[in-house]
């Protein structure tokens, strides 16, 4: 609880312990059945991220009976079903609810072995910083609910946000240098790289113009498409990040969106980095990128230049 870790783990055994974690929201797309395999790959995510593997689920529905059509509930179970096959993940039940607002996730369980289990507060000095997900959802979704959004780029954005991480997480693993690792969600890029270096004791040097980032994202920051919370993380995080005069403002907007089922942000060992790069890219994970490294041991700054 103290490190805000993604996801509770219990020791059973000396060699297994179990992850659990929740998460649930309100559509961010416009289509439920894509809704309900971004729900799941996002509650997935956190299992993912603390090196386990995910094993069963349950169903969390809260659904406006009265006022919508059971047909979209159907589409987006059917959606979130399909995805937990393609983890191989067990729905093992549910439990659902009226509520005047639709909502949808997953309760997980999964296990680790307690000596393999990643953390986010294991960074080093020389380690290098990799993204895996290009960021930006928040704002073209921002902008897509007002009609602004180009039709292709929501395409490749909802794409991404169904994408489960596994592949970065069993690739990140299997390096034999992994330090730490967190996903990208609500708090953003810039805000879940707080967290890391602030319980790894570390600083770390971001470079903004090696952060992926989705078409248009910093064309429609500029027009003023920014969600509520990207403010809140800006004025949040601020202590702690510094950012250089040279990065444009629409950059640093899309730095600290609040992403949806975002990448992993992953701090490995600098000889390791290049190799695991090169297993990202040729397994499909083809926008991760090397953004950053980890400078020295501080009690937790992010430069961006």
Known sequence: MES?????????????????????????????YMFGQIAVANALSDVYTMGGKPLTAMNIVCFPIDTMDLSILKDILVGGIDKMREANVTLVGGHSIDDSELK?????TGVVHPEKMITNSGGVKGDKVILTKPLGTGIINTAAKAELADKETIKIVTASMAALNNTASELAQQSGGLHACTDITGFGFLGHAVQLVKNSG?????????????????DLASQGMC?????????????????ADSVPLNVQDVLNDPQTSGGLLIIIDAAKADDLMGKLKSTGVEDAAVVGKVTGESSGKITVI
């Not at 870790?5 to 059973?12: E, K, M, N, Q």
């Not at 060699?15 to 559509?27: G, S």
């Not at 949808?104 to 997980?108: K, M």
């Open 4 to 32: 805000l870790d993604d996801a509770g783990v219990y020791r059973l055994t000396d060699d297994l312990a179990i992850i659990q974690t929740i998460d649930f929201f309100t559509p961010i797309v416009d289509d439920p």
């Open 104 to 108: 949808y996730g997953l309760s997980v």
């Open 202 to 218: 570390i600083s770390v040097e971001i470079n903004s113009s090696a952060v992926p980032l989705f078409p248009d994202a910093t």
């Open 227 to 243: 969600p509520a919370g990207l403010h809140r993380n800006r004025e949040f995080y601020a202590p702690w990040v510094e950012i």
